[in-house]
């Protein structure tokens, strides 16, 4: 099965302060989604990567895929307090199609604290 | 535009009770997925639905659950009988498949605490 390790399980970082999360997968992926959890609520996507090497940026995240398509990071610049929350990869297995499977297994997340 | 909708938000109940958990998709969504997330395990996938039919529900823990979509607006979650590790919250998302990629909207999850 799709394993996703993520890292670090928790970060506590001084309001203004970059910060970088990390998401590895044993197998090569279809596709990796990033997404965002506060607490009691559901999860809001924030992007995708799907492409080796491809590098994606929404306001002050950006986030990256590697090569192999086996490893990401999420980079979060001058970090504010709405950024805290836990944030989840989610990676799209491979089929032997060469297709997605549509069906998402997630990493145990990283809880941001951003203190300001 | 309603998003994914959960009801109920919260539940409460006895070790051997039957409980049913709610889920509306977003209009026009084609798959549906029921996810469990805890503490210890994090956030994992029960069951995928695609055009009303289940496709794969290898990651529904034991027979005590059950998963229904009888038409594209509406599926349940169902545990009977409920025990104390059932407790987590339950998280039912939708999404559009048939393009490249499968972003997932999800609910705001049924927080389930089994006494």
């Known amino acids: 099965s799709q394993e996703l390790e993520q890292s670090p399980q928790s970060l506590i970082v001084q309001e203004g302060k970059n910060l970088t999360i990390n998401c590895t997968s044993s197998?090569?992926?279809?596709?990796l989604y990033w997404y965002k959890q506060k607490y009691g609520e559901g999860l809001i996507f924030l992007m995708m990567l799907q492409k080796g090497g491809e590098e994606k940026s929404h306001e002050k995240i950006t986030a990256k895929l590697d090569e192999k398509k086996q490893q990401s990071s999420l980079h979060i610049t001058a970090s504010q307090p709405s950024h805290a929350g836990i944030y989840l990869c989610?990676?799209?297995?491979?089929?032997?199609?060469?297709?997605?499977?549509?069906?998402?297994?997630f990493g145990k997340g990283t809880k941001l604290s951003v203190i300001p | 535009d309603a998003g994914v909708i959960q009801s109920p938000r919260h539940e409460v109940t006895e070790m051997g009770q039957e409980v049913t958990l709610r889920c509306k998709p977003i209009s026009g969504h084609n798959s549906l997925f029921w996810y469990r997330q805890t503490m210890m395990r994090g956030l994992e996938l029960l069951i995928y639905f695609n055009n009303n039919v289940p496709i794969d529900d290898s990651g529904m823990p034991e027979d005590r659950f059950s998963a229904k979509m009888p038409n594209a607006s509406f599926s349940t979650l169902k545990i009977q009988p409920s025990e104390p590790r059932d407790s987590a919250v339950y998280f039912c998302a939708s999404s559009r498949t048939g393009r490249s990629y499968n972003e997932q909207f999800f609910g705001p999850g049924t927080r389930l605490t089994v006494l």
């Open positions: 197998k090569t992926l279809y596709g």
């Open positions: 989610g990676a799209d297995r491979l089929t032997y199609s060469g297709a997605g499977s549509y069906q998402l297994t």
